[in-house]
């Protein structure tokens, strides 16, 4: 019975005797369906490829965690990462300097926040070495009086790898006294491929160097902290340091960038609610499209119930109706949308060329680009979603079709 309903719903689709409004309306329900998940599909999977770039760009980069003594340095920092590295979610540790600084090249200067690193300990817990150009991580050693510079700091300065700059790093006396800041000529060891303030505003230096310069012996600003699960650090970092000797401050990736995780998700969010709604405006429109038809249709409806036709058949067709109506629409949106997406970058990479404009600034966003990343999990809920919109839409049309009085249609009164 079901496959005969659908049958005689697809030949009612078909068939010769159907008015222009009605076929007019057919398809702007169709097409609009159509539209809304076309857009539904680009927009989640631009949210995907800035949740993609952020884990990459940002938090492949930046530490997980940070634990630094709550009173002034890390004198017994080797103590401590052992303690930390016992904890099987913890990957690695590596010690760091950090202070701000200038630099100065001629008449060019430029404000910089100076970390300084064990080149061999960092590899292990940040992806920093994949993101210097000319293989300069390489020729990246300790007490080499070396710096590793932003791209944008660097051209910004108007320097190159190999060139020598001078870092000015401020000097307190024991009485915290500012004096006047200690000048150190650094050669630009390799130049970091950053975007966002992390380009602009980050220089490297060996965790040796910035122990002399600083006059700190052995001691440490922190540890950097890598885990297994980045979006739960906080609460690794919390099991990992209540049960230390000694008291530490901890913080975690959230703290500084963890804004930009939150902004991506809610504007998913809204954005899925708000595309939501147009695909189900969109699919109301079927309820306009099936009261046409069923006045269209009404001589062959009170033809059925006369060869015997029951109310459940009649109303199992115009539901066939009307879900038939809103699968042509999704699957025309899912193809252009699936297409779309998988080359949305591209696309705009054209529309940037030829109306000579970018639409994402790489001084303030982490990317200069419109990434895009297609989920089938996104595809099959936005589709599911669409289905079950248009069969609710279909309900109340197709419940009025089988209302109809044979005898009164066919005497003509």
């Known amino acids: 019975m079901t496959s005969l309903s659908f049958l005689v719903a697809w030949r009612f689709r078909k068939g010769r005797k159907r008015s222009g409004m009605l076929s007019l309306v057919s398809i702007i329900s169709t097409l609009s369906i159509a539209l809304g998940i076309i857009a539904l599909l680009v927009g989640l999977s631009a949210m995907n490829g800035f949740e993609r770039q952020l884990r990459e760009r940002v938090l492949a980069v930046v530490p997980h965690a940070e634990v630094s003594s709550a009173f002034g340095l890390l004198n017994n920092w080797p103590q401590l990462a052992s303690e930390l590295q016992k904890n099987s979610q913890i990957v690695a540790t590596a010690p760091y300097i950090s202070f701000t600084g200038l630099i100065e090249n001629g008449a060019k200067l430029g404000a910089v926040l100076v970390k300084g690193v064990d080149p061999v300990l960092e590899e292990k817990i940040s992806a920093l070495p994949h993101y210097v150009n000319n293989d300069g991580w390489h020729h990246f050693t300790q007490g080499a009086s070396q710096i590793i510079l932003g791209k944008g700091l660097a051209e910004q300065l108007n320097v190159k790898q190999g060139d020598w700059v001078t870092l000015l790093i401020p000097d307190f006396t024991q009485t915290d006294q500012l004096k006047p800041p200690k000048r150190v000529r650094v050669q630009i060891a390799g130049i970091l491929e950053l975007s966002g303030t992390l380009g602009y505003k980050f220089a490297l230096i060996s965790l040796k160097d910035a122990q002399n310069y600083h006059q700190t012996g052995d001691s440490v600003t922190g540890l950097s902290v890598g885990v297994k699960d980045i979006l739960n650090a906080k609460q690794i970092m919390n099991n990992a340091v ?128 419109l990434p895009s990343e297609l989920h089938i999990t996104d595809v099959v809920i936005v589709f599911a979603t669409a289905m079950i919109l248009s069969l609710l839409a279909s309900y109340y049309p197709a419940s009025r079709a089988f209302k109809i009085e044979p005898a009164k249609v066919l005497s003509g009164v």
């Open 242 to 369: 209540k049960n230390l000797s000694f008291p530490v401050k901890v913080s975690n990736w959230e703290d500084k960038y963890g804004y930009m995780y939150r902004d991506i998700q809610m504007i998913r969010s809204i954005m899925y609610l708000a595309m939501i709604l147009v695909i189900g405006v969109s699919c109301f429109n079927i309820i306009s499209t099936l009261i046409i038809a069923v006045k269209d249709k009404t001589a062959d409806i009170a033809i059925l119930k006369t060869l015997g036709a029951d109310n459940r058949f009649i109303r199992r067709i115009f539901l066939w109706y009307g879900v038939i109506s809103g699968f042509m629409g999704s699957i025309v949106g899912i193809i252009f949308g699936v297409l779309i997406a998988l080359n949305l970058s591209s696309i705009v990479g054209v529309i940037e060329s030829l109306i000579g404009h970018k639409f994402l600034n790489s001084h303030i966003y982490f990317i200069d680009f």
